[in-house]
């Protein structure tokens, strides 16, 4: 069973940057679709950026567009999320994903067969 582990949460002041890395156990995840998710206190876990298969697109929710970007080192079997110009509002658990099938709607939640433990960032005003 694949595992993806995320690192780099933590304590950042609104304005601030901050990239998330999310690293695979084994190569086979280089094949897939990954995605982030987030989740914030008392609301549903929701999509805020995924990279297909053949890292030839890149998706964004509305509310990270422009501010976050989603890429992958194939090498380190790495995904990362470059978040800048962070705001109080992207304060959630982070969650890393994994699609095995390439074709999904990859900013669904439940098209996603491989979830990490999440990482918490908090954005301060």
């Known amino acids: 069973q694949g595992q993806l582990v995320e690192y780099g949460g933590g304590l950042v002041q609104a304005g601030g940057s901050r990239r998330l890395s999310c690293e695979a156990s084994?190569?086979?995840?280089?094949?897939?679709?990954m995605g982030w998710f987030r989740q914030a206190p008392g609301l549903e876990r929701e999509f805020v950026a995924a990279?297909?298969?053949?890292?030839?697109?890149?998706y964004y929710a509305g509310s990270v567009k422009g501010r976050f970007t989603i890429s992958r080192d194939n090498a380190k079997n790495t995904v990362y999320l470059q978040m800048n110009s962070l705001k109080p509002e992207d304060t959630a658990i982070y969650y890393c994903a994994a699609d095995d099938y390439c074709y999904s709607d990859n900013t669904v939640l439940l098209s996603y067969d491989y979830w990490g433990q999440g990482t918490q960032v908090t954005v301060s005003s």
């Open positions: 990279i297909d298969c053949y890292n030839s697109n890149t």
């Open positions: 084994d190569p086979s995840f280089n094949s897939y679709v």
